[in-house]
């Protein structure tokens, strides 16, 4: 393939090269870097990532700065995290949560989030972030679908997103507030976990127990829920070291929210493995914010997103400059491609390449990677890690890698395929909740299939190309189309929706819906606007941004909206084969 | 940085306008002088930025990216809008 940007080569001093760490490489040497539970008691994430460091003499490093919206700090040391976290163990405990049965966070980046995280693991039960964003209807949905038993909540976010679920949710037992209580069906959470005994131990835990629930969209039915086990923390804290260069002590800062996969493992439990200090920033995104909080806080690895990044751009290399960010050694970026520009930015503006990643919530670690010291292809997602074998698959001809008497075939280099992994690394989820056949699906030939198209160069670096369906990515969140289009199907002037992603500059795509009325509604502006209130109503984060009206969605014979005709059309190029098209109803 | 006419009242409307061009049902009356809006209308990063384009376009105002720290709440949009 045509390369129009210049490699860049990486010095690390007294590193390894990506070749050697991966002829070094084993599982079962990643896995005797970390502790284990005391007494061959088994493999429990919360232990490696937080008592094990007290254990050892580090409780009085600082685990978690929370940086408050206020600007206030707020300092968690490993041994305060240690006994918050048993504390909320307990409180799990003494409400009668049995292991295995899930617990949902919905909240900001704040305190109580980390602590609800590891006090979950610890009880042996499964937690389940809740991006904080997500209107009541995605809430319901998820706590619905993960048979949720307690909820860890605001008070504010209480009364806006769940209160008014509660009768639809037989299984939420209980319903834990931060910031007093909002009803006779809420717990103070800061009550409980003050009278809860101290001193809790964490039960015998084997490394294929359940320990996180992730959801995740498709381009069909409802959300996923992947399950991820304790084990995953040796995939956690491995690739950590190769794709991010995280070392122990260091200050790192993901600025992913723990209410997505990234945010959970590598804005939680990785830096944590390595007793690292890890940045919580509670505010939004804000340029001059970011900077300071970079520089004032010696952040030294730093992971990011490309929406993130490329609004950063906007303001030009020179407010970088103002800054001092001499401390960062490593900086990473995952969520969609980034692309070359973005790469060979960093080195102007941080005076370091952005390092591009590539995973999955199924894969729940970094997969391919710009190893730390290896040389980056500005474009590219980088090569394997170790431990993982990565492969382009040809694809059928519905897109998706072609299995053909349970056997698939390797893309030439160059060529367009399906990118596939070769499960066995220990953070491949173990299957999405309750649904055998939809995780049956992801897998064939021996391979899981990631819906991903990529390609591969001669020299094995791999190159994103798109998604192999129909799914969104807008600002490094998968947002499912049949989710946004379920909830426009309640409004009562719609009868049909299509929803797409269409290109963003800034955010990679944005939802956009075509939304066909029902007979009696016109097309108006007031009914435009009343339609994209609903949804941000209904969906927050994942409501679209645009509505247009179409009384003519493109259907497939078997009656489904052609969302790729639609794509097609938004963006003025040939529609293609249509011979499977129905016209409008 | 800004050498707009506008009144209060106008620049009022505007941060109105603008913002319920993204929440229609945004009820701004109900919300005080010194809310920060993004907050309180939960604006993610891209709904920041159309509200940033929507003002500069209506106000006749160039709006660059160091002016965000002056579009927090509704006092300080109208301040920065009017000139004050």
Known sequence: MTQTWNPIHQHLPGGTTYDEDRASFTWERARAELAGLPGGRGLNIAHEAVDRHVDEGRGDVTAIRCIAVDGSVTDISYAQLGDLSGRFAQVLTDLGVQRGERVASLLGRQPEQYVAALGTLKRGAVFCPLFSSFGPEPVRERLRLGSVKVLVTTADLYRKRVAHLRDELPDLRHVLVTGGVEDDRTLDLHELMASAAPGYTIPDTEPEDPALLHFTSGTTGKPKGAVHVHGAVVAHHATAAYALDLRRGDVFWCTADPGWVTGTSYGIIAPLTFGATLISYAGEFDAKDWYRTLAEQRVQVWYTAPTALRMLMRYGADLAHDYDLSALRHVASVGEALNPEVVVWGVEALGLPVHDNWWQTETGAIMVSNHRGMEIRPGSMGRPVPGVDAAVLVQGADGRAEVADGAVRFAEPGETGELALRPGWPSMFRGYLDDPERTAKCFGGGWYLSGDLARQDADGYFWFVGRADDVIKSAGHLIGPFEVETAFME??????????????????????????????????????????????????????????????????????VMRRLLKARELGLPEGDVSTLEQAR | MTNSTLTDAEARTLVAEAIQRIVPDADLDAVGDDVPLRAEFELDSLDFLSFVETLSQRSGVGITENDYEHLVTMRTCVGFLTGG
Request: glycine share 12%; no cysteine.
């Open chain 1, 491 to 560: 409004h009562p002037a719609v009868v049909e929706a299509g929803v797409i992603g269409k290109p963003d500059p800034v955010a990679g795509e944005v939802v956009k819906a075509f939304v066909t009325l029902r007979a009696g509604f016109e097309p108006t502006e007031e009914l435009r606007r009343d339609l994209i209130a609903f949804g941000r109503r209904r969906l927050g984060g994942l409501a679209p941004k645009e509505i247009t009206f179409d009384q003519h969605l493109p259907h497939t014979t078997s009656g489904k």
